[in-house]
């Protein structure tokens, strides 16, 4: 009896100490944890300078302490880490609790460099009392102004200083930026022909297989809803890009500008055929070899199969 009453005792102690219910470790086991625990938290204190991060994480049982741990009390390198992965509103508000921290500029400035990728104030000395927290402030406000009105939104990054008065730099910052809106991107860019000409420069076509460098195309500009003289502007000036990018292609294929026009063309049609379902009778990939080979002669069949189970399999190129 007497040793069915230690049992019971030592199990209770057992379980204050953090062990299950299941019995109870020998002496050698609970030598060697006891050997891990200390050289494992003398390990984390050299590594962070003194502090023990696993004791500031799991080490909180009172009500008092639970929540998200303090990050004035971590390494700051991990701090940041952590705030990295912040939104701007979020990084506003961990700023009111942690300001030194969530004031940071590399902070900001990557929030600023992740969404507008690029700008002309990126590579210019910055002036008297600049930070990227009010950068991003402008620069959301300036996309805001230029998806009400493209002119004005443009104005508006000149006279900051965060664009240069220049189709090129211009070009650029709609190149690596997604958040404009696609509609009034499209009038704007109808209406600079001299930006939608660098815009259209800044793509690398190389290797690319036709219809997958057409859906890259257009995704960065939209295609009009309708047919008419800016999409056949902006397949020619494609046809011509696509050349540029595969010279050994084009001589391989024995391809020539127009005839890459007339194959996109080709492959736009064939997109809606496939993809409306307005469209009973789809057409056929023989159909769409005897059409295309008509119209550019010098094509092989086999390339214009290609083409045919690209848009089957994968889908409309401006989509």
């Known amino acids: 009896m007497g040793q069915g009453l230690w049992r019971v005792v030592r199990n209770q102690q057992l379980q204050q100490e953090g062990y299950s219910e299941?019995?109870?470790?020998?002496?050698?086991?609970?030598?060697?944890?006891?050997?891990?625990?200390?050289?494992?938290?003398?390990?984390?204190?050299?590594?962070?300078?003194?502090?023990?991060?696993?004791?500031?994480?799991?080490a909180r049982k009172s009500k008092e302490q639970e929540g998200f741990?303090?990050?004035?009390?971590?390494?700051?390198?991990?701090?940041?880490?952590?705030?990295?992965?912040?939104?701007?509103?979020d990084l506003c508000l961990a700023s009111c609790v942690w300001q030194d921290l969530a004031n940071d500029e590399l902070?900001?400035?990557g929030l600023?460099?992740?969404?507008?990728?690029?700008?002309?104030i990126y590579n210019k000395n910055p002036p008297l009392g600049f930070s990227f927290r009010k950068l991003y402030m402008q620069l959301d406000e300036g996309s805001l102004t230029f998806n009400a009105n493209p002119d004005e939104g443009v104005n508006y990054f000149m006279s900051k200083g965060i664009l240069d008065d220049s189709p090129k730099?211009?070009?650029?910052?709609?190149?690596?930026?997604?958040?404009?809106?696609?509609?009034?991107?499209r009038i704007y860019l109808d209406e600079r022909r001299d930006v939608l000409d660098d815009l259209v420069t800044l793509h690398n076509f190389r290797n690319q297989f036709l219809p997958n460098a057409l859906r890259e195309f257009f995704r960065h500009i939209h295609a009009p809803e309708e047919r008419g003289e800016y999409l056949e502007t902006l397949i020619t000036k494609f046809s011509h890009r696509f050349c540029a990018c595969n010279p050994d292609l084009m001589r391989e294929l024995?391809?020539?500008?127009?005839?890459?026009?007339?194959?996109?063309?080709?492959?736009?049609?064939?997109s809606i055929d496939l993809t409306s379902p307005h469209v009973k009778n789809k057409?056929?990939?023989?159909?769409?070899i005897r059409n295309t080979r008509r119209a550019a002669q010098n094509i092989s069949e086999d390339f214009v199969g290609h083409l045919y189970d690209n848009?089957?399999?994968i889908g409309h190129v401006a989509a």
């Open 22 to 58: 299941q019995g109870y470790l020998t002496r050698e086991q609970s030598r060697r944890m006891a050997a891990n625990n200390i050289s494992n938290t003398s390990h984390r204190k050299q590594v962070q300078g003194g502090i023990d991060i696993y004791h500031l994480l799991k």
């Open 69 to 89: 741990i303090n990050l004035e009390m971590l390494p700051p390198e991990l701090s940041f880490t952590i705030l990295s992965y912040l939104n701007a509103t």
């Open 107 to 109: 902070l900001w400035q």
């Open 112 to 120: 600023c460099k992740s969404t507008w990728g690029h700008c002309s």
């Open 169 to 185: 730099e211009i070009a650029k910052f709609i190149f690596c930026t997604r958040t404009l809106n696609w509609k009034k991107l």
């Open 254 to 270: 024995g391809l020539s500008p127009d005839a890459v026009y007339v194959l996109c063309y080709s492959l736009i049609l064939l």
């Open 283 to 288: 057409m056929s990939k023989r159909e769409f």
């Open 311 to 313: 848009i089957y399999l």
